[in-house]
């Protein structure tokens, strides 16, 4: 498809069961992104990976959390252990270009509809 | 670390009206987005601002990069029913990283 897909729409999880969170980027797309929106909130940053390379997993909250890109295409996020508090939307965002740290941040990040976990 | 401060939390007007939100930060962005999200889905880009000072219009909607690089504001204008969802302000910084504002909920009545 055109956008970014993510897999499952839905899981629900009992608490202490692992989850693996598929997201398919744009094709071509260099940047990748993962978000976590609690209910009523904005996206929260969880991490970035440019191709392959993970550069940023400042925002993950716990080792609980675990991403990975293998090939720079495919990314799943990976929650191990799940407590009621990991209850969120997860959300995947691919962009064209890499973000360079120095110089002027520019691109559209393109977002997938988002996985909701519930754990219970 | 840095935050958004959005408001109006929520909205509720009349279709027709003109609507305005905006967003400040204690810290500098280079670039400012607006995003618009509706039930089950992910955040839509509306506008993006790369200068400060720029006014960027799309469609009925037009946005303003604050002068002190601090703030952000968007208005809708002749709103209509289908302009409901929640309103993310956004800054983005060097590495890439997006930090959002807590968002505005907007209710149109027909």
Known sequence: ????????RYKVAKRG??????CDPISGHV?????????????EF?????????LDKSGLPSDRFFAERPEGSVSTLKIQRTQQEDSAVYLCASSLRGFKRSGRAEGELFFGEGSRL??? | GQQLNQSPQSMFIQEGEDVSMNCTS???????????????EGPVLLIALYKAGELTSNGRLTAQFGITRKDS????????????GIYFCAGL??????????GTTLQVKP
């Open chain 2, 93 to 102: 910084i060097l590495t890439g990283k997006l930090i959002f504002g807590q």
């Open chain 1, 46 to 54: 969880l991490t970035y990976f440019q191709n392959e390379a993970q």
């Open chain 2, 26 to 40: 204690s810290s500098i962005f280079n670039t400012w987005l607006w995003y618009k999200q509706e039930p089950g």
């Open chain 1, 1 to 8: 498809g055109a956008g970014v897909s993510q897999s499952p």
């Open chain 1, 31 to 43: 940047s990748l992104f993962w978000y976590q929106q609690a209910l009523g909130q904005g996206p």
């Open chain 1, 17 to 22: 069961q692992d989850v693996a969170l598929r």
């Open chain 1, 118 to 120: 519930t754990v219970l």
């Open chain 2, 73 to 84: 504001f968007l208005n809708i204008s002749a709103s209509i029913p289908s302009d409901v």
